[in-house]
């Protein structure tokens, strides 16, 4: 919030949001877009509450995505559809 930031860009090893572990369990759906309060009602594991909540009440959008994927990172600055967007509006 105090460098002006419009996103908040979280690199990972999964492509995004899951409803389970995707590495424990292969039928684990990904999410697209969710909502700073489904991630916290689902008790997803994207951050810790309390980030989810600082981002939630200051409108900052959280983007997951794979890291390791070549040109992701590009992607995300760029504005690609990638991973999954946290953000203020219905899922």
Not at 24 to 33: D, L, N, S
Not at 39 to 60: E, K, P
Not at 61 to 75: A, D, Q, S, T, Y
Request: glycine fraction near 10%.
């Amino acid at each position: 919030m105090e460098i002006g930031a419009q996103v908040i860009f979280k690199a990972t090893r999964v492509d995004g949001v899951y409803d389970a572990d995707p590495m424990k369990h292969p039928g684990a759906v990904r999410f697209e877009k969710l909502s700073y309060i489904d991630v916290l009602n689902r008790q997803l594991q994207v951050m810790d509450a309390t980030a989810i909540s600082l981002c939630m009440d200051n409108g900052l959008p959280i983007l997951v995505f794979n890291m390791m994927r070549p040109g992701n990172i590009k992607k995300a600055v760029m504005g690609a559809r990638i991973g999954t967007l946290v953000h203020g509006g219905p899922a």
